[in-house]
């Protein structure tokens, strides 16, 4: 029994894989629909947000299923990215604001062949 | 002799200066240099002229190598013997009595002063290189020389737009007989290997036999030059409407020297021309006809030049006539009697349009021989010439030349006799018709009035010699019944072959006494119909049909009409629905395509960020399909 309890207590490895794969796929997909549904440029950022953390979570699971850190580092790198990301995407959209005055990117379409 | 570089180079060097400085220098000094460098040369002619006459053979002068490319050598070379000596002695003599003409009778031209002894001097340049040629190239670069000059003088006043068309007609329609030439020359270089005139000729008389097809296919391309430059049938229509230019202009170029320049390519040509039987029958009857439909042409003119013009067509074509029979000899004699007399000829009618305000309308003018006294003496004496009036006129003896050898020569025949003798009296009669219309009948008052100067001696002095030569000048080569004095034809006998002749029954004197009759008939014939009685024509004319032959010759039977629907009117149409280019279509397709293509894919960059979003997904998802359930 105690060697079934140490057997399983070793923290979450009772979870299995296939729930944060599916969650991680269902999250990417509700950011996507929020990039392709949302016209506030802010929020298409933060759906954006959403997709880099559903990849992550499917890094974590991945590395957790195989007992290996490079998911976890790879999480670190996603993290420090978005958060270049984001400091980049919000002066753009500071920018884009302040020249366009709108933050609705159907209107920001001047760019069209 | 060695001189002979000089006699072109003189009124190229007087070209020179007036095209470069001729806006700054004063008028009376433009003439000096315009009419000098052309007497220096004629100087300069006269020195080689007596060198030529007192050793009697020919001599080349090679200046430089020209061209030389592989095989192909050719040299600014100078070639004078016999019969380059009496066309150059023609070009520059006459040429200088027409340009100290011109040098008062343009003198009303402001701007135009230098830039017309510019032009003249140019021409007189191109022609001498033209008749000095050693070899055919150097011949054909004064020959497109005099065609140049001869379009920039016929549109010497460019502002009319008349002129201007007519100087492009001559360019163009002669431009036909030049490219005939071109093709002409590179046969004879494709067969012979050389373009030198002696070797040409030495080469093809040893290699091709009579009448072998090389020989006829490139001497009938010579001819197709020779036609368009003399304006002969059927390159002869831009003659007529070349009057444009001014008198001067009409004197030298388009009756006395330009016009003749085919005359002198098939003398020069004489031995390649008599291996081609087929082409020398041509050439003697594109001269019968010519002389025949010009001489008929220039009864029914009302302006003054135009008559003359088709004479000039008419006198050719004797030439051509003379050429054709092979009375070589006669044609260059013709051809210079007939520098003589119908430079005069123009030249004096020139003083009668400036005196009337540039009224050409022979029909406004009469009874002007009191107010012109010496206008009206040299026309005279030109006319007598032109209608071989017996015996006192030069043109006497070389018409009559021609129509003996005609008869007599190998290549003759009584048909081309016969039109020659009809053109005779064609000639004679359309000759006088214009004395007794300008300055015979009533005096018109308004025409008198106008009459304020006199010519000057400038004017006067070329009109004397000029006339005195069409006077004298026959009287080098007397035919055999009246004394048969020969020096022309023995001095010619070193350049061009004599005539072979058949002994005929006929007498020569009866064929005098026949041509003197035929002249003086011409004559009275003009008097009859246009100052004894000119209501004959008047009612003639007032008929439909009258009216209707009237017009059809008058427009030279119509021929511009048949060339402007058989040539232009095809090509203009041609133009017309080509003028989108029908080539072009396939490249403007493939453009179009480019363009729908660039069109499609714009539509892609619609600058909406959700949409390139979706496209990355979509992507993104098809690749992963792609790998997932491959």
């Known amino acids: ?113 | 002799m060695e001189l002979l570089w000089l006699v072109p180079a003189l009124p190229l060097m007087g070209f020179l200066i007036l095209a470069l400085a001729g806006k700054r220098i004063s008028k009376p000094f433009v003439a000096l240099i315009g009419a000098g460098s052309v007497a220096l040369s004629a100087l300069a002619t006269l020195v080689v002229a007596v060198n030529f006459f007192s050793y009697q053979h020919a001599y080349t002068q090679t200046l430089w190598t020209w061209l030389e490319i592989g095989k192909f050598h050719s040299d600014i070379a100078l070639a004078i013997d016999s019969l380059s000596v009496v066309m150059v002695l023609v070009i520059t003599f006459v040429g200088f009595m027409i340009h100290l003409y011109a040098t008062e009778s343009m003198s009303a031209e402001e701007d135009g002063y230098s830039r017309f002894f510019a032009y003249m001097n140019l021409f007189i340049a191109s022609m001498l290189l033209l008749v000095l040629a050693d070899n055919l190239l150097l011949l054909y670069l004064g020959w497109e020389g005099v065609g140049l000059c001869s379009y920039l003088l016929i549109g010497f006043w460019y502002k009319d737009a008349v002129n201007s068309r007519a100087a492009m007609k001559a360019f163009i329609v002669t431009r036909v007989g030049d490219t005939a030439m071109a093709l002409g020359l590179f046969i004879l270089y494709q067969e012979l290997g050389t373009l030198r005139i002696s070797e040409i000729l030495r080469l093809a008389l040893s290699i091709w036999p009579s009448g072998s097809t090389i020989a006829v296919i490139s001497s009938a391309l010579l001819l197709g030059g020779a036609v368009g430059k003399s304006a002969q049938i059927p390159l002869h229509t831009w003659l007529p409407d070349a009057m444009a230019g001014p008198t001067p202009v009409s004197a030298l170029i388009h009756a006395a020297t330009m016009v003749t320049a085919g005359v002198y390519l098939i003398a020069r040509m004489n031995l390649l021309f008599s291996l081609a039987p087929p082409v020398m029958i041509a050439v003697a009857v594109i001269g019968a006809a010519t002389l025949l439909l010009a001489g008929i042409s220039a009864l029914v003119q009302s302006d003054i030049k135009r008559a003359l013009a088709y004479s000039t067509m008419s006198q050719i074509g004797y030439m051509f006539l003379a050429l054709g029979v092979g009375a070589w000899t006669a044609a260059i004699f013709h051809f210079m009697v007939h520098a003589f007399f119908k430079a005069l000829l123009f030249l004096s009618a020139g003083v009668v349009i400036d005196s009337l305000h540039h009224e050409r309308d022979m029909f406004k003018m009469g009874g002007l021989r009191h107010q012109l006294p010496l206008a009206f003496w040299c026309f005279l004496i030109g006319t007598a010439s032109l209608s071989a009036l017996p015996l006192i006129t030069a043109g006497f003896y070389s018409k009559d030349f021609i129509l003996w050898e005609t008869l007599a020569s190998d290549h003759g025949s009584i048909w081309l006799w016969a039109a020659g003798i009809a053109g005779a009296l064609f000639t004679s009669a359309y000759a006088f018709r214009m004395v007794f219309l300008i300055f015979y009948g009533k005096e018109r008052s308004e025409t008198v009035h106008s009459i304020t100067v006199q010519p000057g001696i400038r004017i006067k002095a070329p009109l004397i010699i000029l006339a005195a030569l069409a006077l004298i000048a026959g009287f080098v080569q007397m035919p055999g019944t009246l004394g048969g004095l020969s020096l022309f034809s023995a001095f010619m006998s070193q350049s061009l072959p004599l005539t072979r002749t058949v002994l005929t029954a006929i007498s020569e004197t009866a064929m005098q006494y026949l041509s003197a009759t035929i002249s003086l008939l011409g004559i009275f014939i003009a008097y009859i119909f246009f100052l004894y009685n000119p209501n004959y024509i008047r009612h003639f004319v007032q008929k439909p049909l009258g009216f209707a032959v009237q017009c059809f010759l008058a427009n030279g039977w119509n021929i511009d009409r048949l060339y402007d629907i058989l040539f232009v009117r095809p090509f203009v149409f041609a133009a017309r629905t080509n003028r989108h280019d029908i080539i072009d279509l396939f490249y403007q397709l493939i453009a179009l395509l480019h363009r729908v293509a660039n069109r499609a894919l714009c539509a892609s960059q619609s600058g909406n960020v959700r949409r390139y979003a979706f496209g990355i997904a979509v992507g993104a998802a098809l690749i992963l399909g792609m790998v997932v359930f491959k």
């Open chain 1, 1 to 113: 029994m105690a060697n079934a309890l140490k057997k399983r207590t070793p923290t979450m490895n009772n979870i299995p894989a296939e729930y944060g794969l599916v969650l991680s796929a269902l999250l990417f997909v509700t950011g996507l629909i929020g990039v392709l549904a949302r016209r506030n440029i802010i929020f298409i950022l933060l759906s954006i947000e959403i997709m880099l953390n559903a990849a992550g979570l499917a890094f974590i699971s991945a590395g957790s299923k195989w007992g290996q850190a490079d998911g976890q580092v790879m999480f670190i790198f996603i993290l420090v990215m978005a958060a270049a990301e984001v400091s980049v995407g919000l002066a753009i959209v500071l920018q884009l604001f302040h020249f366009l005055r709108t933050v609705n990117s159907d209107q920001t379409n001047t760019m069209r062949g």
